[in-house]
Nanobody
Framework: QVQLVESGGGLVQPGGSLRLSCAASGFTFSMYAMNWYRQAPGKERELVAAITSAGGRTNYADSVKGRFTISRDNAENTVYLRMDSLKPEDTAVYYC?????????????WGQGTQVTVSS
């Protein structure tokens, strides 16, 4: 079955760094765009970063541009989110998401989320 398993979250001080990983299985990873979303308490889920299926293009929310980097390893079926210069407002549950259209049918898969807390 399809699985997206996030890891790497935790507690970090402001200005610190974390790298999130998302290991995918059960689908053809290289055919899917991959995204990282986050949801803070009381707020809607927002798109943080996106990468195309081959990794040639990336896109970021304005709030994280220059601080976060999304990347992927199609040989390892894994997508990463490197987060630098973390701020308290980056505190949220971070979700891995896969989106693809295969033979005209859309697929949308989600991980269970990993908590990131930025606090001194």
């Amino acid at each position: 079955q399809v699985q997206l398993v996030e890891s790497g979250g935790g507690l970090v001080q402001p200005g610190g760094s974390l790298r999130l990983s998302c290991a995918a299985s059960g689908f053809t990873f290289s055919m899917y765009a991959m995204n990282w979303y986050r949801q803070a308490p009381g707020k809607e889920r927002e798109l943080v970063a996106a990468i195309t299926s081959a990794g040639g293009r990336t896109n970021y929310a304005d709030s994280v541009k220059g601080r976060f980097t999304i990347s992927r390893d199609n040989a390892e079926n894994t997508v990463y989110l490197r987060m630098d210069s973390l701020k308290p407002e980056d505190t949220a549950v971070y979700y891995c998401n896969a989106k693809g259209t295969i033979f005209g049918k859309r697929y949308d898969y989600w991980g269970q989320g990993t908590q990131v807390t930025v606090s001194s």
